[in-house]
């Protein structure tokens, strides 16, 4: 289940597939998604900073219109009196002047005419019990007034009539003389601004706020009276004006205690004021965060199709392969009638009808392919036999020649008696020859099965020598031995072995006609000793611990070159009367026991035939 | 092993399934977005009095306070101090409050234009708060108080101004009430949260101020002399006392009298700085008169 080498678990093409989709659609839609959101989130920032901006702007305008209204007004009952439209010393028509001017401008929280000598006008009018001790010539907007001998704005105080706090706006009254003896004003209650600012619209819960810039006092806020029983309200707002000014910026984020509010503010120069506009973050953060949440189910929502598409997907890409391959195994393991079917009329289609047509092809070629074989094994058999048959045909001919002309001999009684008597030894020595033929064949072609232990080829050796002494010193050949003193043992079939052994010795003494020297040599070889060579004409097993060799050595007529290569076919014979089956029996037997054999010979000089056999390490 | 993948692969789907199942559980259970909310007034309960909703508050203070505070409309005023009356009949203290807040309001938005019939409707309000509050001697004072001023200033009826106003005094010397102090609007502000009816919080007494007026109305020379002198004897930190010398330096002719008490009133420690000003003003002015009448 797992590639090799590395570890990891071999998973399928379709499955491989999938993860690719999945990879994609994981990495892509939440990506996608995300900068989405960022994106939106950056313009939904820069458009409450737009907002901001503008509704401080907008306020500042309007609190600038608000204010210019009561200073006109001002200066206009000043102009008033100066121009002797109204009698300052004739106080019924001042207050129908101040009365009729209220009505006009139902916002203007007071008018107030205050004159050198004390005397105090107010619409609408104070308490009685304050109107008594009250003495314009004390109040802010009257020595203001009369200081800057111009339109004044006093810094916000407390009035006395309504312990509202507030701003006035006055201005003195010239005489003819140019000298000022009385002072008009208007208050401007903050309570009345603050109601202004409450109906502005910042956000869900933002709000619009006025600073005194010299005191840092919150002077109008939508919660005027109850934001001083709020300290920390007042702190905070201070705080992000304070900061927004230190980093010279008119925008920003600022945070208190946790929570994130955006805050914008325009200078109002002229009273030296600070218009602010504040809205908690949460008011659009709890929009964002419905986006995000909306956002988040999309994509999992997204990610979740897709997976599932890409699942399907899979599987129509894969089901054909699948078919492909099962239709690949089918055929593999030999059923090449088989058709594989696939319902794609794509790539995938077209290669399975054309491995169908590889299928049939490839069918027809096995059929044609095993005909020939069997054509040509019924050939082979055929020539085989006959190339026995010829064999035995010429080997049991010749013997039932002598034999016929030899009875002719024994039964024709005109022959003399002893040449009877030769006809008939003759006819015996034959029908043995031709029995020892049939033996040999018999051996050859039905060999005896081995029978397997522990073999001791040295001794085995000795005792063959020894029982053919008697043939070496008829035959004139001298014997050599060169034996190893403590060979391996091997397992063979001894019986096997002598048989094997016997034949090299013979054919080596047949080889020597005229007398000569065989030469045994007996010696432990390592395995890779013998490399591919032509004088090898059966190769050993190649896993021993160790090989035995035995060669056997003649200083005989040697083998020409052309029939090296024969002389272990069966009836391949260079001598008068031999079978031919003696070195095929040799190498039938050498084969059955994974041993090996090799041929060097020297035409005149000799021949040396080596024999290699497998032993293992039980001494 | 086709076998084995097939099933990972159905493994796979099922977790990827259940995950998104799980999501939207977790979805459908999380709270919603915090939004956060405007505090709510704390009663939503209204009491309708002349076509008025008056939001029925936890207390009588809290009741008169919003009366007090928050109408520019004299009508829907006059029905937020009716409704103290009748929502917390038992407050005796704020019911009298909003009464006299009551008999002010009748003189009309503006009482310089009152005519005589609210004058004389005023009057009789404030007349029924002295019987029906007779315990209650800041209540008293301020009744009587305005009776004497609506007489004398509103209805020019000079005697029962006086009558009134040496009532106060004599009736009342010790009740006090809060004049328009220049205060920094910050403590005000924080001193609003625990504000209650103002008059308990005086500074003033209703009868330095019934001795002003009366040293300013009083025909004869000695009697305004004698009103300053109870003033200043009396009500020696009452802002009052600065008027009343000035109404006496202003009088032709000037007594010497008035002068000493005048530099006695600046060498005080009591004197209201704003206006010592002016009173030493006119103290010089009175002397370098006397000095080119020497001449």
Redesign the interface.
């Known amino acids: 289940?797992s590639l090799a080498g590395t570890g990891l678990p071999?998973?399928?093409f379709?499955?491989r597939l999938?993860l690719s989709f999945l990879v994609l659609i994981f990495c892509f839609l939440p990506a996608v998604g995300i900068s989405g959101f960022i994106q939106w989130r950056k313009s939904l920032e820069e458009q409450i900073e737009y907002h901001s901006l503008n509704t401080a702007f907008q306020i500042a305008e309007q609190v600038k219109t608000y204010l210019a209204k009561h200073s006109e007004s001002t200066l206009m009952i000043k102009e008033a009196f100066e121009a002797d439209l109204i009698d300052p010393n004739d106080r019924g028509e001042l207050?129908k002047f101040f009365?009729s001017l209220k009505k006009i401008y139902p916002y203007f929280v007071n008018i107030n005419y205050g004159d050198e000598k004390?005397y105090f006008l107010m619409?609408?009018?104070q308490?009685?019990?304050?109107h008594?001790?009250?003495?314009p010539?004390?109040r802010p907007w009257y020595t203001g007034a009369m200081k800057e001998r111009g339109l004044y704005w006093t810094e916000?105080?407390?009035?006395?009539?309504s312990?509202r706090?507030g701003i006035t706006v006055s201005s003195p009254i010239l005489d003819t003389q140019g000298r000022p003896f009385a002072v008009s004003s208007i208050d401007i209650d903050l309570f009345t601004l603050s109601r202004f600012l409450k109906k502005v619209k910042v956000g869900?819960?933002g709000y619009a706020f006025i600073m005194e810039n010299d005191t840092g006092?919150i002077i109008a806020h939508p919660e005027?009276?109850e934001?001083?029983?709020n300290p920390s309200e007042i702190n905070r707002l201070t705080k992000s004006i304070s900061a927004l000014r230190h980093s010279k910026k008119e925008f920003g984020a600022t945070f208190d205690r946790g929570r994130k509010f955006f805050t914008a503010y325009v200078d109002y120069a002229q009273n030296n004021w600070t218009i602010g506009v504040t809205l908690?973050a949460?008011?659009f953060m709890?929009n964002l965060?419905?986006v995000k949440?909306a956002s988040?189910?999309i994509i999992?929502?997204a990610v979740?199709l897709a997976?599932?598409m890409s699942?399907l997907l899979m599987r129509t890409v894969a089901r054909p392969l699948?078919e492909l391959r099962k239709g690949f195994e089918t055929i593999s393991q030999g059923d090449l009638d088989h058709e594989v079917i696939v319902r794609d009329r794509g790539i995938i289609g077209s290669l399975a009808k054309s491995f169908n047509r590889m299928s049939q092809s490839l069918k027809k070629s096995r059929e044609e392919l095993e005909r020939t074989y069997r054509t040509l094994a019924e050939k082979e058999k055929m020539a085989a036999l006959g190339q026995l048959t010829a064999g035995i045909a010429h080997e049991i001919r010749n013997p039932l020649a002598i034999m016929l002309s030899s009875a002719q001999v024994v039964v024709n009684e005109a022959k003399p008696a002893h040449m009877r008597r030769e006809a008939g030894l003759f006819i015996i020595e034959e029908i043995k020859r031709l029995n020892k033929t049939l033996d040999d064949f018999l051996a050859f072609a039905r060999p005896a099965k081995s029978n397997l232990s522990d073999c001791n080829l040295i001794d085995l050796l000795d005792g063959i020598v020894e029982s053919m002494q008697g043939q070496f010193e008829a035959a004139g050949v001298e014997v050599v031995k060169k034996i190893m003193a403590q060979p391996p043992l091997c397992r063979a079939d001894c019986n096997q072995m002598r048989q094997v052994f016997i034949n090299l010795i013979l054919n080596a003494v047949h080889a020597m006609p005229h007398g000569g020297r065989l030469t045994i040599r007996c010696s432990e070889k390592s395995p890779g000793t013998w490399t591919s060579s032509k004088r090898i004409k059966l190769q050993p097993m190649a896993d021993a611990d160790c090989y035995l060799e035995v060669a056997v050595s003649d200083t005989g007529v040697g083998i020409p070159p052309e029939d090296v290569d024969k002389i272990f076919e069966p009836f391949f014979s260079t001598k008068d009367g031999g079978t031919g089956l003696g070195l095929a029996i040799v190498y039938q037997i050498l084969k059955i026991h994974q041993a090996g054999i090799a041929v060097s010979t020297e035409p005149g000089l000799g021949s040396t035939f080596t024999v290699l056999f497998p032993c293992f390490f039980r001494r | 092993?086709?076998c084995?993948?097939k099933n990972?692969?159905k493994r796979f789907?099922s977790i990827?399934?259940r995950?998104?199942l799980l999501?939207?559980f977790l979805?459908g259970c999380s709270d919603p977005?915090?939004?956060?909310s405007?505090p709510r007034t704390r009663n939503n309960e209204l009491f309708y009095l002349y076509g008025y909703g008056v939001p029925v508050l936890g207390s009588a203070k809290e009741q008169l306070n919003y009366a007090l505070s928050r109408f520019s409309e004299l009508e829907e005023r006059k029905a937020a101090l009716e409704a103290v009356g009748k929502l917390f009949p038992k407050a005796r203290i704020e019911r009298a409050e909003a009464e006299l807040e009551l008999a002010?309001l009748s003189l009309g938005?503006?009482?310089?234009?009152a005519s005589e019939s609210r004058c004389r409707q005023a009057i009789s309000k404030y007349e029924s708060i002295l019987r029906e509050f007779p315990d209650l001697s800041p209540v008293c004072a301020k009744a009587r108080?305005?009776i004497a001023?609506i007489y004398m200033?509103l209805l020019h009826d000079k005697r029962r101004g006086i009558e009134n106003y040496k009532r106060v005094v004599a009736e009342y010397p010790h009740e006090g009430?809060l004049?328009?102090p220049?205060?920094?609007?910050?403590e005000?502000?924080?001193r609003?949260?625990r504000r209650e009816t103002t008059f308990l919080l005086a500074k003033?007494q209703?009868a330095a101020?019934a001795l002003?007026?009366l040293a300013r109305n009083l025909n004869d020379p000695k009697e305004k002399i004698q009103a300053v002198e109870q003033l200043m004897s009396y009500y020696p930190a009452s802002?009052?006392v600065v008027?009343g010398l000035?109404i006496l330096l202003e009088r032709h002719p000037v007594s010497q009298q008035a002068i000493e008490m005048a530099k006695e009133y600046l060498a005080s420690g009591n004197a209201y700085l704003?206006?010592a000003v002016?009173v030493r003003r006119r103290l010089q002015e009175l002397s370098s008169g006397l000095q080119n009448r020497r001449k």
């Open positions: 289940m071999r998973i399928s379709q499955f999938f207050l009365l004390g619409v609408p009018p308490r009685p019990e304050i008594k001790l009250f003495d010539r004390v916000v105080y407390i009035f006395a009539s312990q706090p869900q819960h006092r005027l009276p934001l001083y029983e908690p949460s008011d709890g965060g419905k949440q988040i189910t999992i929502g979740f997976s599932l699942y699948k | 092993m086709l084995q993948e990972l692969t789907t990827l399934f995950t998104f999501y939207v979805l977005v915090q939004q956060e405007t002010y938005d503006d009482f310089r234009m108080w305005y001023w200033d009430f004049p328009s220049r205060l920094h609007w910050q005000i502000f924080a609003q949260a003033e209703w101020l002003l007026e802002r009052a008027y000035m704003p206006l002016y």
